[in-house]
């Protein structure tokens, strides 16, 4: 067309980010440009003009409805990954409660199973047998403790209270 130059610019807020250009001055205000060509969502094809006729224009405009569609096939490609990126999460989520519910019921069953056989008043357990019933809740609470303290420290990264830093360490470590 002769131009100068040409961008595609898209209102962010009181600014304009410049999505695409050409030509030997980046247009990054629509003011700068010649004239103004609306497209969608707050964007617009600011040109540098040259010469346009009247059939450049409808041909320019043409390509504009190009870029529209363009943008819009981008924003709807970039809300299909969001929503792919949500479904996988949800999935994850799933089975990570089942896995999670699966470890917690364990220690628990083993706890409870322990304690109501030493409340049992109709058995007379040996202190060797009430000895390996008080070890076994002992180290099932233990379990418990650590997987509970390992989704509280989990949940927290996740929500960022707490920022994980990569760093070398030797393998001694």
Same mark, same amino acid.
């Given at each position: ?40 969502? %707050? $964007? =617009?094809?600011?040109? +540098?003009?040259?010469? @346009?006729? /009247?059939?450049?224009?409808? #041909? ?37 409660? %089942? $896995? =999670?519910?699966?470890? +917690?019921?364990?220690? @628990?069953? /083993?706890?409870?199973?322990? #304690? ?58």
């Amino acid at each position: 067309f002769g131009l100068e130059a040409a961008s595609v610019l898209r209102r962010d807020g009181d600014s304009w980010v410049t999505l695409a250009w050409d030509g030997d001055t980046v247009l990054d205000r629509p003011d700068k440009g010649s004239e103004i060509i609306d497209l969608t969502g %707050g $964007a =617009v094809l600011v040109i +540098l003009d040259g010469q @346009l006729t /009247t059939d450049d224009r409808a #041909v320019l405009r043409a390509f504009a409805a190009q870029i529209v569609q363009a943008l819009e096939r981008v924003e709807l490609e970039r809300e299909a990954d969001s929503a792919e990126a949500m479904a996988e999460t949800d999935r994850l989520r799933t089975a990570l409660l %089942g $896995a =999670v519910s699966h470890d +917690l019921r364990t220690p @628990l069953a /083993t706890i409870k199973a322990s #304690v109501t056989s030493l409340l049992e008043t109709g058995v007379e357990w040996t202190p060797e047998q009430t000895s390996a019933f008080l070890r076994a809740i002992l180290e099932e609470t233990e379990r418990l403790d650590r997987l509970v303290g390992r989704l509280l420290d989990a949940s927290r990264v996740q929500v960022g209270a707490v920022h994980v830093f990569f760093r070398p360490v030797g393998l001694d470590e």
